[in-house]
């Protein structure tokens, strides 16, 4: 069994009255996670699937009198799905106000709002939380540092979804089905998308662009939808935790680029399934996207298990000037590039180092990444 990294922060917030939510894509281990925390559950458990139509429509116009109906004398409730429920923050709200000692524990692949026809908004009565295909750090603790070292070529090219690290050998055919349609299940569900394969072509495109400014006008050129479906698109799939993204820090120079953006996925092995790209690391034109991705995706995990919060950015200008990554925390502004051969000369612009002085400035290779994934 390997051991998640936000497994004990959970735990400790089994006793206390807000609901806890566990988000992130489908297939990361959200129910085996839940299945390993069962024993600390308040007893009686009851559990309700958004998978269900009977769930669905009894959910559909909840009060608190149906609600404790339903909930009987059970004292954890745990919603699998719940992302399928129509007006799932609203349940959740008069479950957390008004059935005192009944515990909520909440799954979904994809962000609340995408189901929240009504906005009721659970500020303050959460702890939500990110599950994310298993993390560098996660393998370390499971086999030890040498070895998780010695596969980062394969994790390059086939990534972190436990259904692949746990069968080695069916990694191509196993990723070939997790890229298809049903990684966006939510989307044609909640939307009621009428062509999934330009949504699918949107992907792709996506892919391709990896590392580098996207503009929603050239994505729309390549998929044959207008900027505003486009945006939208694109929206959803962050909302469906499939890619995420930076933007682009500008505050002091003229020549900066104010409202780029630049998106990655949260794991390189479906990056590379969408386009069916899994030749090795040596025979890769696209190594230093890979390696970007591998490195920037591993730190959003690594920040998210540690409850750290902070800015996260890109910097470039429109003479081509750029540092690849850069984090804002406390105060304190940390700077990195990423090159794949470590032999490569590399320097940071003197333009961004003047214009934000103080800034710790790091050169990430394969030779001295560790650290970056496995210590504050």
């Known amino acids: 069994m390997i051991n998640r990294d936000i497994a004990p922060s959970v735990n400790s917030r089994l006793a206390d009255e807000k609901a806890i939510i566990l988000l992130g894509p489908r297939q990361v281990g959200k129910s085996t996670l839940l ?6 559950f308040r007893q009686k458990v009851v559990e309700w699937s958004g998978d269900d139509a009977d769930v669905r ?44 000692g009944v515990k909520v524990i909440a799954t979904g692949s994809s962000a609340f709002d995408l189901a929240n026809r009504i906005n009721e908004p659970l500020t303050g009565r959460k702890w939500e939380y ?5 993390s560098f750090g996660e393998m370390v603790n499971h086999h030890g540092f040498m070895e998780e070292n010695r596969l980062l070529n394969h994790r390059l090219i086939y990534g972190y979804y436990p259904e692949i690290v746990n069968n080695p050998g069916e990694e191509e055919v196993r990723l070939k089905q997790l890229s298809s349609s049903y990684l966006y299940k939510d989307i044609l569900t909640w939307e009621r998308i009428q062509k999934p394969d330009k949504m699918e072509r949107l992907v792709q495109a996506l892919a391709f662009q990896l590392g580098n400014e996207v503009s929603f006008n050239e994505l729309g050129q390549l998929t044959g939808l207008d900027n505003e479906t486009t945006e939208k698109y ?6 469906s935790f499939i890619v995420f993204r930076l933007g682009s820090l500008s505050r002091n120079l003229r020549n ?21 790209q899994f030749s090795p690391v040596a025979l890769r034109q696209d190594i230093g996207a890979l390696w970007e991705n591998f490195v920037v995706s591993e730190r959003v995990k690594y920040l998210a298990y540690r409850e750290i919060n902070c800015n996260r950015y890109f910097w470039r200008t429109h003479a081509q000037q750029e540092v690849d990554y850069i984090e804002e925390r406390n105060g304190q502004m940390r700077a990195y590039e990423f090159k794949w051969n470590a032999h490569t000369k590399a320097r940071f612009p003197k333009t961004f180092l003047d214009a934000y002085p103080g800034t710790e400035a790091h050169i990430l290779t394969p030779e001295n990444f560790q650290a970056f994934l496995l210590e504050p």
């Open 57 to 100: 429509t009894l959910l559909a116009n909840p009060t608190a009198t149906l609600l404790r109906q339903y909930i009987g004398a059970a004292k954890t409730l745990v919603i699998d799905e719940a992302q399928r429920i129509e007006n799932i923050g609203l349940c959740i709200k008069l479950i957390v106000d008004q059935i005192p």
């Open 35 to 40: 299945k390993q925390l069962a024993p600390a």
């Open 256 to 276: 900066e680029l104010k409202k780029s953006r630049k998106f990655y996925f949260y794991d390189n092995g479906l990056r590379n399934a969408v386009i069916n």
């Open 130 to 134: 990110r599950l994310y295909p298993f």
């Open 234 to 239: 694109v929206d959803l799939l962050e909302k």
